[in-house]
């Protein structure tokens, strides 16, 4: 398995963006991802109850055999729009379709943007019939593709893997965005992943759910769960290669994982205004969802992050933060370690160096926070940001 900065294109897919005029700012906002013929394909998608028309759609569309693109837009969010926003999703399906000689329903659509505003329809339209025709595999489209999908990202997020085995070398890509309003629960985080691994849909799934659940939901910038979280992947040679089976598959699950990781770091040290990428460590619980619960109160806790962001070493903000998460641990079962230092042992403080330890918080954008537990053996590893006066600024700001 191996990475490479230089993007390597899967097999059987083509991609293109537009500036369709969604966004105010006139930036690029519409993104084709497109596939030479069927491919199989899965996604996971918000547990909020207020989920977008996409979602709706493509939930209703997955797991499928015979999936050929998937249109992107950004700057708006199509959520709460009733059903005037279903409508628009399937007239987007129906003009895509038509463009790329399908049916609508092999068409799966996402958005990303401000809530309860209705799509410009006319505007969606002319920029499907142009970005339909500058399809092309070369890399630097899947890049301006990426760009497309953004809102208050500062960066792209892109991931280029590959595996060789038995039955081949075969290529996963992938690309998200995300920087705000994260906290899924599959889950505003958008994340897109093509292969050309031969995998069909029953096993393409599993694989994903299993990804999601160790990446994009280990994730958090202020715990807020979007209405349009999506996460899918499509194969390309499902239909007309043997799918892959054993080691083959088992290495396509770690492939798929990875992805999902890098691509989920992305996000959290991506958080908007941030300037800490904080790393959360959670050991010794007795299953994973206690382990869970305490990174996530960590993580979401306004006072630990910022604290953090101040290069403040207030340990009592974050044990405070694990004792309400809901896990019913002894005080004296707890230890912490912020960068490596113990500043709390069994329930009682340690005599660390405080002015040594906020030293190294100012100096280092990274993070790395561990609570240890003595309950058992499961453990998770949970990411998040801090929280600046920059971040609460942008969201003040963001409809305005």
Same mark, same amino acid.
């Given at each position: 398995?191996?990475?490479?900065?230089?993007?390597?294109?899967?097999?059987?897919?083509?991609?293109?963006?537009?500036?369709?005029?969604?966004?105010?700012?006139?930036?690029?906002?519409?993104?084709?991802?497109?596939?030479?013929?069927p491919c199989a394909a899965a996604g996971t998608f918000t547990t909020n109850r207020v989920c977008a028309a996409p979602v709706r759609w493509c939930r209703d569309h997955l797991p499928?055999?015979?999936?050929?693109?998937?249109?992107?837009?950004?700057?708006?969010?199509?959520?709460?729009?009733?059903?005037?926003?279903?409508?628009?999703?399937?007239?987007?399906?129906?003009?895509?379709?038509?463009?790329?000689?399908?049916?609508?329903?092999?068409?799966?659509?996402?958005?990303?943007?401000?809530?309860?505003?209705?799509?410009?329809m006319d505007r969606l339209e002319e920029g499907l019939s142009q970005v339909s025709n500058q399809l092309s595999a070369d890399e630097s489209s899947f890049q301006t593709a990426a760009?497309?999908?953004?809102?208050?990202?500062?960066?792209?997020?892109?991931?280029?893997?590959?595996?060789?085995?038995?039955?081949?070398?075969?290529?996963?890509?992938?690309?998200?965005?995300?920087?705000?309003?994260?906290?899924?629960?599959?889950?505003?985080?958008?994340?897109?992943?093509?292969?050309?691994?031969?995998?069909?849909?029953?096993?393409?799934?599993?694989?994903?759910?299993?990804?999601?659940?160790?990446?994009?939901?280990?994730?958090?910038?202020?715990?807020?769960?979007?209405?349009?979280?999506?996460?899918?992947?499509?194969?390309?040679?499902? =239909?007309?290669?043997?799918?892959?089976? &054993?080691?083959?598959? $088992?290495? !396509?699950?770690?492939?798929?994982?990875?992805? *999902? %990781?890098?691509? =989920?770091?992305?996000?959290?040290?991506? &958080?908007?205004?941030? $300037?800490? !990428?904080?790393?959360?460590?959670?050991?010794? *619980? %007795?299953?994973?969802?206690?382990?869970?619960?305490?990174?996530?109160?960590?993580?979401?806790?306004?006072?630990?992050?910022?604290?953090?962001?101040?290069?403040?070493?207030?340990?009592?903000?974050?044990?405070?933060?694990?004792?309400?998460?809901?896990?019913?641990?002894?005080?004296?079962?707890?230890?912490?370690?912020?960068?490596?230092?113990a500043v709390y042992q069994a329930g009682v403080p340690t005599d660390f160096h405080a002015p040594a330890l906020a030293a190294t918080l100012r100096a280092n954008r990274d993070v790395?926070?561990?609570?240890?537990?003595?309950?058992?053996?499961?453990?998770?590893?949970?990411?998040?940001?801090?929280?600046?006066?920059?971040?609460?600024?942008?969201?003040?700001?963001?409809?305005?």
């Amino acid at each position: 398995m191996e990475s490479s900065q230089d993007l390597i294109i899967p097999r059987g897919f083509r991609a293109a963006a537009v500036k369709s005029g969604i966004k105010p700012s006139g930036g690029l906002d519409l993104a084709l991802l497109a596939a030479d013929g069927p491919c199989a394909a899965a996604g996971t998608f918000t547990t909020n109850r207020v989920c977008a028309a996409p979602v709706r759609w493509c939930r209703d569309h997955l797991p499928a055999d015979d999936i050929r693109a998937v249109v992107i837009n950004a700057g708006n969010a199509n959520a709460a729009t009733g059903a005037q926003g279903a409508a628009n999703v399937a007239r987007t399906a129906q003009v895509a379709g038509y463009f790329l000689a399908c049916r609508p329903g092999q068409i799966l659509v996402a958005s990303t943007g401000v809530i309860g505003h209705q799509l410009p329809m006319d505007r969606l339209e002319e920029g499907l019939s142009q970005v339909s025709n500058q399809l092309s595999a070369d890399e630097s489209s899947f890049q301006t593709a990426a760009q497309a999908i953004l809102t208050t990202d500062t960066r792209a997020k892109v991931v280029s893997l590959q595996h060789q085995g038995e039955s081949g070398t075969f290529t996963l890509f992938g690309m998200a965005k995300g920087a705000a309003m994260i906290g899924p629960r599959m889950a505003t985080m958008l994340a897109f992943l093509l292969t050309d691994a031969p995998v069909w849909p029953n096993d393409l799934q599993p694989i994903l759910s299993e990804a999601v659940e160790n990446s994009f939901n280990c994730i958090s910038v202020e715990g807020h769960t979007s209405t349009n979280d999506t996460v899918l992947i499509l194969s390309s040679t499902a =239909a007309t290669e043997p799918v892959l089976r &054993g080691d083959d598959l $088992t290495a !396509f699950a770690a492939l798929v994982r990875s992805a *999902c %990781e890098a691509l =989920a770091r992305m996000m959290a040290a991506d &958080g908007e205004g941030s $300037t800490h !990428f904080i790393t959360i460590d959670v050991e010794g *619980c %007795e299953t994973r969802e206690e382990a869970r619960s305490i990174a996530r109160a960590v993580a979401d806790s306004p006072l630990v992050k910022t604290a953090i962001h101040g290069a403040d070493p207030n340990w009592g903000r974050i044990v405070s933060a694990a004792g309400y998460a809901g896990v019913p641990f002894a005080e004296e079962e707890l230890s912490l370690w912020i960068n490596g230092v113990a500043v709390y042992q069994a329930g009682v403080p340690t005599d660390f160096h405080a002015p040594a330890l906020a030293a190294t918080l100012r100096a280092n954008r990274d993070v790395d926070l561990r609570l240890l537990l003595s309950r058992g053996d499961a453990r998770i590893r949970f990411w998040t940001c801090d929280l600046t006066a920059e971040y609460v600024r942008l969201n003040a700001d963001y409809t305005t």
